[in-house]
């Protein structure tokens, strides 16, 4: 915990809301997976509170989150290396594999959007007022859809997950010291920043207020909204690592933790390094000049 971090709270934790994930790639499809377990253990304090036996297949009681997910990506072979996924879901939609999964672990009613979201999205059907939205996506210009998107809203809390791909030489077979030094020690680092508008005012910096780069595309194609690349451009030219997504899936879990238990955040933004095996994280009472604790 960050020295004098304190708890913020965001919002109001008898509220209904709803959690939207977008992304359901890397960093994504286990951020779903630990959001669902959350969400089910939630449910379950809730059934024993209220005396009612926990069985699978009831409503969900009142105030824990709706889930949606949204990716228009299909499951590939190569996916399975470090996502979520086995080799009987290849061909598949993510969104619509990872939401039958956790519907099933979980007894929940987990909803898919099988789609990218794009400019002409109408974000507020997919993640309403007063909800939390995860970012989970890795090019620029989804980055950038969704913080113009939020910055509409009145109320939303933002939270974004970013790391770094591996450094690839331009021609892999010829490979210098260097070169592979650089290999080895790149795509370790990613951040995780959480921004909050309340009221119509914001709370919290978004993601991209907080570090711009996340959407000032390059103008390749590793940056554009993946439907919008021809197949023949699409390359993998800094991929990511496991354990790194990793990293950033359990930084996420312990933002939803606090968000969706009372409502309050400890943390405006963490960074970590995976190999080195450090995260440091700043105070969210720090953004604020007055917070109601």
Not at 52 to 60: A, D, I, R, S, Y
Not at 129 to 148: F, P, Q
Request: charged share 25%.
């Amino acid at each position: 915990m960050a020295k004098g971090a304190k708890p913020v709270r965001v919002l109001d934790p008898e509220a209904e809301t709803q959690l939207t994930i977008v992304g359901c790639g890397g960093t994504g499809g286990f951020v779903i997976k630990n959001a669902c377990r959350l969400v089910w253990g939630l449910k379950e304090q809730r059934r024993a509170a209220e005396g009612v036996p926990p069985l699978f297949g009831e409503t969900l009681p009142g105030h824990v989150p709706e889930i949606l997910l949204c990716d228009g990506d299909a499951v590939e072979r190569k996916n399975i290396v470090r996502q979520d996924f086995v080799a009987a879901d290849v061909g598949r939609p993510k969104a619509i594999v990872l939401a039958d999964r956790a519907s099933a672990a979980y007894g929940l009613e987990v909803r898919a959007y099988p789609r990218y979201v794009k400019e002409g999205t109408d974000l507020k059907q997919l993640a309403p007022e007063g909800g939390i939205v995860v970012g989970c996506v890795d090019n620029a210009d989804t980055r950038r859809i969704l913080h113009e998107k939020l910055s509409s809203y009145d109320d939303v809390v933002y939270v974004d997950a970013g790391n770094a791909g591996v450094e690839l030489p331009e021609d892999p077979a010829a490979l210098s010291r260097s070169e592979l030094r650089k290999i080895r020690e790149s795509g370790w680092s990613g951040q995780v920043v959480c921004g909050v508008r309340k009221g119509g005012e914001t709370l919290l910096h978004f993601p991209a207020d907080v570090m711009p780069d996340l959407i000032e595309s390059a103008g390749g194609p590793e940056d554009r909204v993946p439907d919008e690349v021809p197949c023949g451009q699409i390359v993998v030219s800094s991929p990511q690592r496991h354990a790194t997504n990793l990293w950033a899936a359990a930084l996420i879990y312990d933002y939803l933790q606090d968000l969706l238990s009372d409502g309050t955040v400890l943390h405006a933004s963490s960074f970590f390094d995976a190999r080195r095996k450090y995260v440091k994280s700043y105070a969210a009472i720090d953004e604020l000049d007055q917070v109601a604790v």
